[in-house]
Nanobody, 114 residues
Framework: EVQLVESGGELVQPGGSLRLSCATS????????MSWVRQAPGKGLEWVGS????????AYAASLKVRFTLSRDNAKNTLYLQMNKLESGDTAVYYC???????WGQGTQVTVSS
């Protein structure tokens, strides 16, 4: 059974940092590029960024690349998203997904508020 389980979301103050994790199982993790996608309240899905199979190449939404960093640990079958200098506009449910597949996690809530 394919599983992608996000964690690390919580309430954080503006300017703070969080690291999200996406633990995967049931498929060959390093066969896939991976992405983070988010959905803010009342809005559609927004691509955050992607990372290739070995972690060498990353791509980000232009508005996020200065503050967000994707990484992965293929030995642990885990994807990460480091988020710095968080803003209220980063409040969203964050999902991880395997590129070119329908493998998605259930999401983790990030709330940025004072």
């Amino acid at each position: 059974e394919v599983q992608l389980v996000e964690s690390g979301g919580e309430l954080v103050q503006p300017g703070g940092s969080l690291r999200l994790s996406c633990a995967t199982s049931g498929f060959t993790f390093d066969d896939y590029g991976m992405s983070w996608v988010r959905q803010a309240p009342g809005k559609g899905l927004e691509w955050v960024g992607s990372i290739n199979w070995d972690g060498v190449t990353t791509a980000y939404a232009a508005s996020l690349k200065v503050r967000f960093t994707l990484s992965r640990d293929n030995a642990k079958n885990t994807l990460y998203l480091q988020m710095n200098k968080l803003e209220s506009g980063d409040t969203a449910v964050y999902y991880c997904a395997a590129v070119t597949s329908d493998y998605w996690g259930q999401g983790t809530q990030v709330t940025v508020s004072s």
